[in-house]
């Protein structure tokens, strides 16, 4: 692939984007950062509830239609050749993926835009709940989210990113071993990630940061954040064709105005 283009994606769960405006830290968060592409996870709000303009953006939202709830958006400078929102009918139909919580397949977790030589998706997992009373479905929406990405690696390079609810390995929590077992720490989760890797996607930060203490989400309990006692639930994965035109995964712990922080990869295409 040539080296034509060089692009900042960013991915960050604002936790309301409303709540974040309101704070005045999204918009000082754009200017400093300056994203190609913006990928953000639970929204929380419709399409006519949001004030946020951004000069030289064109702007896309995969909203839930339960109001104040989930939701995806997709800021951009480069305006896409086309925009999907949620998984394809095609591949849901072959999943379980609502379940007495309510249908995942109708609170906008997931949004995503084509571009000239590659696919960027954004994704909210679903959160596995204290009691894991959702990992049956995180068991059904896991497979099929990866199939949608595999389905369209086959078509050019994909890129997706988002809050996965789940830390990968013991490097990716302050604290795994009283976790182990439990909400975002579990066998079944991890699987998912594993998953993931397996069917030919990289895990862009850990091209080039080992160890721990290095986290995306904090409790609001304790001083969690000042403290760092916190979990890496969010990530960018890339098709492991491109992996080698990363040139720098982050995490962004700085940016404030919700409990994740963003991550972040530089990329030339």
């Known amino acids: 692939m040539r080296y034509t283009t060089f692009m900042k994606i960013y991915s960050w769960n604002v936790n309301g984007i409303r709540a974040v405006e309101r704070k005045g830290l999204f918009q000082p968060f754009i200017e400093a950062?300056?994203?190609?592409i913006l990928c953000l996870q639970e929204t929380k709000a419709q399409p006519g509830q949001i004030e946020v303009d951004l000069p030289g953006y064109f702007e896309f939202f995969n909203s839930a239609e339960r109001k104040g709830y989930s939701g995806t958006a997709i800021y951009t400078k480069e305006e896409p050749?086309?925009?999907?929102?949620?998984?394809?009918?095609?591949?849901?139909?072959?999943y379980q993926l609502a379940d007495i919580y309510g249908d995942t397949t109708t609170e906008g977790r997931v949004l995503t835009a084509e571009f000239e030589h590659i696919y960027v998706s954004t994704v909210y997992t679903p959160n596995a709940?204290?009691?894991?009373?959702?990992?049956?479905?995180?068991?059904?929406?896991d497979?099929?989210?990866?199939?949608?990405m595999n389905h369209l690696n086959k078509k050019k390079p994909v890129i997706f990113c988002g809050d996965f609810n789940v830390a990968h390995t013991e490097d990716d929590l302050a604290r795994p071993k009283p976790n182990i077992g439990k909400k975002g720490f579990t066998n079944e989760e991890r699987a998912g990630i594993e998953a993931m890797i397996e069917s030919g996607f990289t895990d862009t930060f850990r091209l080039f940061t080992k160890g721990n203490g290095h986290y995306t989400w904090w409790s609001h309990f304790g001083g969690a954040r000042e403290r760092n006692v916190g979990w890496r639930i969010d990530y960018v994965m890339v098709a492991d064709q491109i992996a080698d035109l990363v040139k720098s995964a982050r995490i962004h712990p700085d940016v404030l105005g919700s409990d994740h922080c963003p991550v972040s990869i530089d990329i030339s295409l």
């Not at 009691?131 to 929406?141: E, G, N, V, Y």
């Open 33 to 36: 950062h300056q994203p190609d």
């Open 81 to 94: 050749l086309a925009v999907i929102s949620g998984i394809p009918a095609e591949i849901s139909a072959k």
């Open 129 to 141: 709940k204290d009691d894991l009373s959702r990992i049956p479905m995180r068991q059904q929406w």
């Open 143 to 148: 497979p099929a989210y990866l199939e949608f």
